[in-house]
C-alpha cells in the first residue's frame, strides 16, 4: 500500500467522482492518506490553480469540459506528492496551448521534485518534451531514441505514411 502512494495516475479517461467538485475530486486521494482538511484543501487549490482551473473549483465533472476534467484529473494525480507519475493520453483533451502548459508544469515537476514521468502518447509533440523516447510495437520495446534522434527519424516516419495512405487509395 505505502508504494502505491507514491505513484500518480493520470488515466486517459478521468475516473472521476460525479457528484464532487473539482476541488473535492483532488482532496479525495488524500483524504485516504489520512492528510488534515485545512493541509488538503490548501494543496487541492495549489494544483488546481497550477493547471489553470482557479475558477472551476466549484464545478462538478459535468460541468466541465473534457480538457478541463483532464487537467483535475492530473490535479489529483499529484496531489499526494508521488515520486512517479503514469500519464496515459494525457493532452488527449486540451487545445494546444493548454496542452503546452501541461507539459511544461510537468518538466517543473519533473525537475523541481525530481519526479520520474511516464507518459504514453501517440502525439509527437507530447512525445518531443521527453528525456528518453521508448516506441512500442507489438507490445514490446522496439527501440530507444533521444528527443535529438526522434526529431530525425519523425520527417522519415512521416512521409512513410503518407506514401503508405495514397498507396491505399
Known amino acids: 500500500a505505502k508504494q502505491r ?3 500518480g495516475f493520470v488515466f486517459q479517461f478521468y475516473n472521476l467522482i460525479p457528484r464532487f467538485s473539482a476541488l473535492k475530486n483532488v482532496e479525495f486521494s488524500m483524504n485516504i492518506q489520512k492528510i488534515p ?3 488538503r484543501y490548501k494543496i487541492a487549490r495549489n494544483l488546481l490553480d497550477r493547471v489553470g482551473l482557479r475558477s472551476r473549483i466549484n464545478h462538478k465533472p459535468s460541468e466541465l469540459s473534457g480538457g478541463e476534467q483532464q487537467r483535475v484529473a492530473i490535479a489529483r494525480a499529484l496531489a499526494q506528492n508521488p515520486n512517479f507519475l503514469l500519464m496515459d493520453e494525457p493532452t488527449g ?3 494546444t496551448k493548454t496542452r503546452d502548459n501541461i507539459m511544461t508544469l510537468v518538466q517543473e515537476l519533473n525537475k523541481e521534485q525530481d519526479l ?6 501517440h502525439n509527437p509533440f507530447i512525445a518531443k518534451t521527453t528525456n528518453r ?5 507489438d507490445g514490446k520495446i522496439s527501440d530507444q531514441f533521444s528527443i535529438e534522434e526522434y526529431e530525425r527519424l519523425i520527417p522519415s516516419k512521416m512521409s512513410i505514411q503518407k506514401k503508405q495512405l495514397k498507396e491505399k487509395k
Open 5 to 7: 502512494q507514491k505513484i
Open 37 to 39: 482538511k485545512q493541509e
Open 93 to 95: 483533451n486540451v487545445d
Open 116 to 121: 520520474t514521468v511516464i507518459i504514453v502518447t
Open 133 to 137: 523516447i521508448l516506441p512500442i510495437i
